[in-house]
């Protein structure tokens, strides 16, 4: 399922947030959103998810323009994955895959065997069918991510939404997480991930979404649009990229400590 926006533009009140951000994300594609804080990426979200509504410009969902969506056809369409926040609510891990599915369901009905049947199937389909039983906030915060996705699969949504999803874990939860998100991306998920970390990009994103001040500082295939100068205008720094058996890496210049000599 694809998603098209075009000159999209959003201000709170008077306050420009986003202005004239035009880009495409295709069936397969995993898109990376790039931008240091307060660029726009979680507005841009919320325009996506019908949580602003006034917006100017177009959004569009697999061709059809998502402000004629009721919320349940977009609930059909676009999944929202948000991040860990050592969420305490207590659900059980089935319980909480099983609120993806509450779009299908009549205003006073409960999960039958279909739900059911989809929130197992996400469950499996990401390897924590074992953790049904448990209760969410027992859970560790990559454990609790892998819940969020499966929710989003059980959803049944083919564009997946996912704010910032490694900002509170550990290095190795992160690229477990970040690798089962590739693989849905091969599968045929369009996926748009936010991320303060442009190495992430390098090694996961088939595409890059820059921003800076709300407008679009580049966009195009990650291996032609990452690039010293483009860091440099994101978060003002150096940086050099190098090529290693494991891929391209982002290093940064590190500034030089003033020797004696140059004391005066």
């Known amino acids: 399922m694809s998603l098209s926006v075009r000159d999209l533009r959003f201000a709170y009140q008077k306050t ?6 035009t880009f495409d994300a295709a069936p ?35 061709g059809t323009d998502a402000g004629t969506l009721s919320p349940r056809e977009r609930a059909h369409r676009v999944a929202y994955i948000p991040q860990t926040h050592g969420m305490t609510f ?15 369901l009549s205003p006073f009905g409960s999960p039958g065997r279909a739900q059911e049947r989809a929130a197992g199937e996400a ?7 074992k953790l049904s039983d448990r ?5 560790s915060g990559g454990e609790q ?15 997946l939404l996912m704010d910032e999803p490694t900002s509170s874990l550990d290095y190795g939860n992160q690229l477990s997480v970040l690798s089962v998100v590739k693989d849905l991306s091969r599968d045929g998920y369009t996926v748009l991930l936010s991320t303060h970390n442009p190495q992430h990009a ?56 003033e020797s004696k000599g140059d004391q005066p």
Request: charged share 15%; aromatic share 8%; hydrophobic share 40%.
């Open 16 to 21: 420009p947030v986003l202005s004239g951000v």
């Open 28 to 62: 397969g594609e995993l898109l990376a959103i790039l931008g240091p804080n307060g660029v726009g990426k979680t507005t841009l979200f919320r325009c996506i998810l019908g949580e602003q509504k006034r917006y100017s410009g177009t959004i569009e969902i697999d």
């Open 90 to 104: 207590r659900f059980s891990v089935r319980d909480t895959v099983l609120m993806g599915t509450s779009h299908t």
């Open 123 to 129: 469950l499996d389909r990401l390897g924590i069918g």
């Open 135 to 139: 209760m969410f906030d027992t859970l």
């Open 145 to 159: 991510q892998l819940v969020y996705v499966a929710r989003a699969l059980a959803q049944q949504a083919k564009i």
């Open 202 to 257: 390098l090694w996961y994103a088939d595409k890059v979404l820059a921003l800076s001040d709300g407008r679009v500082a580049a966009f195009g295939r990650t291996g032609e649009v990452l690039s010293p100068a483009l860091f440099g205008t994101l978060y003002g720094t150096q940086t050099q990229l190098y090529e290693t058996p494991g891929g391209t890496v982002i290093l940064p210049v590190p500034n030089k400590p």
